[in-house]
């Protein structure tokens, strides 16, 4: 099988996160009745007229930025012009050719080396209604209808299946960091498509251009681009030649599957609408754009890992946004976040995964969990304490000390009594004595496990250690 270079580039529409929609003040909502959140502009009454949300143009210049576009000054909107049920009024509005960004980039990292992703162009548009087929019949659901997109559109620069994915993981966490959009793949606020083609050598010009549309999660954009590279190799090693067409991929067969062949290209007739007038955009909206960007994903990541936590728990953390914002209102405070970050991601979580509960919504405010570091790092309250606590520290207001008097989870810190238990522990365990003075460091592990399992994990661990190598090395 010949080895031929795969061109990939990437479409994702997302859907911002607006309280009403782009042109009416319908509601900008999902799950609800279907055709409940509509209104005569959703509907393509002959007569209505547009109106511009500016939430959507504000969310747009926001992601413009991250995304590192060129923001273009002086805009329009189009009429894309097509027949389709779920398009009442015969035409889409868009910005076919004065996007709102253009010229931008995402920087991906591939097993350790650095590439930028480059965008052609990010525009704004309005969605169509959703189209549900059953046996003979279509059935439309017009809430959809009006809520504000925006589509991005990379160079075909994209050169594999794991750079694609890369990609979309890179741009879902920079708009959901900045509340553009809640990215909900499974919910249809975020739908890729991707162009696929294939050649032999860099010099070559494009092969034949395939779309893959409406892939329903980042895996499957990897497996239907791996698919779709795998199909036209097989054509193209067989001397076969084939259209440019329209493909799905389907969940079932694990494959794509032909959707329609492109025999010309389309024309939809566009041209500015004419019943919005031109945008510009000024220096000072841009600038207030700017103030509303939170600290991004990359930019956290390196203020954990100054602040003493690794890389790994760091990384964790940016993938649950609830925790990474909450340790966020600590940053200035004088704790160990080692520790910090431990707690979070270790009994805490599971405390919030169990009680299906936000850490919002939890006694544990920020002086409390200040508190409760403290106590973990200086060993008054050890990971069995904890484990004994949690429940309480998580739903009452009383203090963390006031819950340890309360519980009596007090640690053993008499010097004297631990003292006893690690001569003991050290009596009883001869061989694994002489295997710590003959240099293997499991023995010292052993023996400080026999010291906690004879406390019942009650005594202070870091005095309970010093006192053991003091022990053994006397």
Same mark, same amino acid.
């Given at each position: 099988?010949?080895?031929?270079? %795969? *061109?990939?580039?990437?479409?994702?529409?997302?859907?911002?996160?607006?309280?009403?929609?782009?042109?009416?003040?319908?509601?900008?909502?999902?799950?609800q009745?279907?055709?409940?959140?509509?209104?005569?502009?959703?509907?393509?009454?002959?007569?209505t007229?547009?109106?511009?949300?500016? @939430?959507?143009?504000?969310? &747009?210049?926001?992601a413009?930025?991250?995304?590192?576009?060129?923001i273009?000054?002086?805009?329009?909107?189009?009429?894309?012009?097509?027949?389709?049920?779920?398009?009442?009024?015969?035409?889409?509005?868009?910005?076919?050719?004065? %996007?709102?960004?253009?010229?931008?980039?995402?920087?991906?990292?591939?097993n350790?080396?650095?590439?930028?992703?480059?965008?052609?162009?990010?525009? =704004?548009? #309005?969605d169509? !209604?959703?189209?549900?087929?059953?046996q $003979?019949?279509?059935?439309?659901?017009?809430?959809?209808?009006g809520v504000?997109?925006?589509?991005i559109?990379?160079?075909?620069c994209? @050169?594999?299946?794991?750079?694609?994915?890369?990609?979309l @993981?890179?741009?879902?966490?920079?708009?959901?960091y !900045?509340?553009?959009?809640?990215?909900?793949?499974e919910?249809?606020?975020?739908?890729a498509?991707?162009?696929?083609?294939?050649?032999?050598?860099?010099?070559?010009?494009?092969g *034949?251009?395939?779309?893959?549309?409406?892939?329903?999660?980042?895996?499957?954009?990897?497996?239907?681009?791996?698919?779709?590279?795998?199909?036209?190799t097989k054509?193209?090693?067989?001397?076969?030649?084939?259209?440019?067409?329209?493909?799905?991929?389907?969940?079932?067969?694990?494959?794509?599957?032909?959707?329609?062949?492109?025999?010309?290209g389309?024309?939809?007739?566009?041209? %500015?609408?004419p019943?919005i007038?031109f945008?510009?955009?000024?220096?000072?909206?841009? #600038?207030q754009v700017?103030?509303?960007? %939170?600290?991004?994903p990359?930019?956290?990541?390196?203020?954990?890992?100054?602040?003493g936590?690794?890389e =790994?728990?760091?990384?964790?953390?940016?993938?649950?946004?609830?925790?990474?914002?909450? =340790?966020?209102? !600590?940053?200035?405070?004088?704790?160990?976040?080692?520790?910090?970050?431990?707690?979070?991601?270790?009994?805490?979580? &599971?405390?919030?995964?169990?009680e299906?509960?936000?850490?919002?919504?939890? &006694?544990?405010?920020?002086?409390?969990?200040?508190?409760?570091?403290?106590?973990?790092?200086d060993?008054?309250?050890?990971?069995?304490?904890?484990?004994? =606590?949690?429940?309480?520290?998580?739903?009452?207001?009383?203090?963390?000390?006031?819950?340890?008097a309360?519980?009596?989870?007090?640690?053993? *810190?008499?010097?004297?009594?631990?003292?006893?238990?690690?001569k003991?522990?050290?009596?009883?365990?001869?061989?694994?004595?002489? $295997?710590?003075?003959?240099?293997?460091?499991?023995?010292?592990?052993?023996?400080?496990?026999?010291?906690m399992?004879?406390?019942?994990?009650?005594?202070?661990?870091?005095m309970?250690?010093?006192?053991?190598?003091?022990?053994?090395?006397?």
């Amino acid at each position: 099988m010949t080895n031929y270079i %795969p *061109t990939i580039g990437v479409e994702v529409h997302v859907e911002l996160k607006t309280k009403t929609k782009i042109f009416s003040n319908s509601i900008n909502g999902y799950g609800q009745m279907a055709n409940s959140l509509t209104n005569v502009v959703d509907l393509g009454y002959p007569g209505t007229l547009p109106t511009v949300n500016e @939430e959507v143009l504000n969310l &747009a210049m926001k992601a413009a930025i991250v995304l590192n576009c060129k923001i273009r000054r002086q805009m329009h909107f189009d009429r894309k012009n097509y027949f389709y049920p779920d398009n009442p009024k015969n035409f889409q509005i868009t910005q076919a050719r004065t %996007p709102i960004g253009y010229d931008g980039y995402v920087e991906i990292d591939v097993n350790g080396t650095k590439k930028k992703i480059y965008i052609e162009e990010m525009h =704004i548009e #309005e969605d169509t !209604c959703k189209s549900t087929h059953r046996q $003979d019949k279509t059935l439309l659901d017009f809430n959809r209808a009006g809520v504000p997109l925006i589509e991005i559109v990379t160079k075909p620069c994209i @050169e594999s299946s794991e750079e694609a994915k890369k990609y979309l @993981e890179k741009l879902k966490e920079l708009l959901y960091y !900045c509340d553009i959009s809640d990215c909900k793949m499974e919910e249809g606020s975020m739908r890729a498509d991707a162009n696929v083609s294939l050649r032999k050598n860099e010099t070559d010009p494009l092969g *034949t251009k395939v779309e893959i549309k409406n892939i329903g999660s980042i895996s499957n954009v990897g497996v239907s681009i791996e698919k779709e590279i795998l199909r036209q190799t097989k054509l193209l090693d067989n001397g076969e030649k084939f259209k440019e067409q329209t493909r799905r991929y389907d969940d079932k067969l694990g494959d794509t599957v032909l959707m329609r062949v492109k025999e010309t290209g389309n024309d939809y007739r566009y041209f %500015p609408e004419p019943d919005i007038p031109f945008i510009y955009v000024t220096d000072d909206m841009i #600038e207030q754009v700017k103030k509303t960007i %939170p600290m991004l994903p990359e930019e956290r990541i390196n203020k954990y890992i100054e602040k003493g936590i690794s890389e =790994i728990n760091a990384v964790k953390l940016i993938q649950n946004r609830s925790l990474s914002d909450y =340790i966020n209102e !600590c940053l200035e405070e004088n704790i160990n976040f080692k520790v910090g970050a431990n707690l979070l991601l270790g009994d805490i979580s &599971a405390y919030l995964n169990k009680e299906e509960k936000n850490i919002k919504d939890t &006694a544990l405010h920020k002086t409390r969990f200040i508190e409760l570091v403290n106590l973990v790092s200086d060993g008054t309250i050890t990971s069995k304490n904890l484990k004994d =606590i949690l429940q309480t520290v998580m739903e009452k207001e009383e203090s963390i000390k006031e819950i340890i008097a309360t519980t009596g989870v007090q640690n053993i *810190t008499d010097d004297s009594m631990i003292k006893e238990v690690v001569k003991k522990i050290i009596l009883e365990n001869p061989q694994s004595v002489n $295997d710590y003075k003959e240099g293997h460091d499991r023995a010292i592990k052993y023996l400080m496990g026999q010291v906690m399992k004879e406390t019942k994990g009650a005594v202070n661990p870091k005095m309970a250690m010093d006192i053991l190598i003091n022990e053994l090395n006397s």
